[in-house]
């Protein structure tokens, strides 16, 4: 069974970093697409970062400078060091993986879509509040 478990968030203040984890089991990690995303209470699930296997990112606007994904396959973990937070990012982080399908130029498209992702972690709390 495929298992995605996230780990490293918490509270801190305004302009403050926290790092993510996400470690995957039971998957070829090398060969996923892995994403970033968040949830809070009454919104819709939003894709916050992308990375595939040839380490391509994407970000979403919000995000794009403070935030930074990476992945090591060797440890089947995937990162989201998250710099310059602001009380916005608070939320619920979860991390997912899938397959990509079908040409590079249509899946890229959607890499930040939750359509795009087959396994999910259950997430971990980010608060960001003076």
């Known amino acids: 069974e495929v298992q995605l478990v996230e780990s490293g968030g918490g509270s801190v203040q305004p302009g403050g970093s926290l790092r993510l984890s996400c470690v995957a089991s039971e998957l070829t990690f090398s060969s996923y697409v892995l994403g970033w995303f968040r949830q809070s209470p009454g919104k819709e699930r939003e894709g916050v970062a992308a990375?595939?296997?040839?380490?391509?990112?994407r970000y979403t606007d919000s995000v794009k400078g403070r935030f930074f994904i990476s992945r090591d396959n060797a440890k089947n973990t995937l990162y989201l060091q998250m710099d310059s937070l602001e009380p916005e990012d608070t939320a619920t982080y979860h991390c997912a993986a899938g397959l990509p399908r079908g040409p590079r130029i249509q899946w890229v498209r959607s890499v930040l879509s939750q359509s795009a992702y087959s396994f999910w972690g259950q997430g971990t709390q980010v608060t960001v509040s003076s």
């Open positions: 990375i595939d296997s040839t380490n391509w990112t």
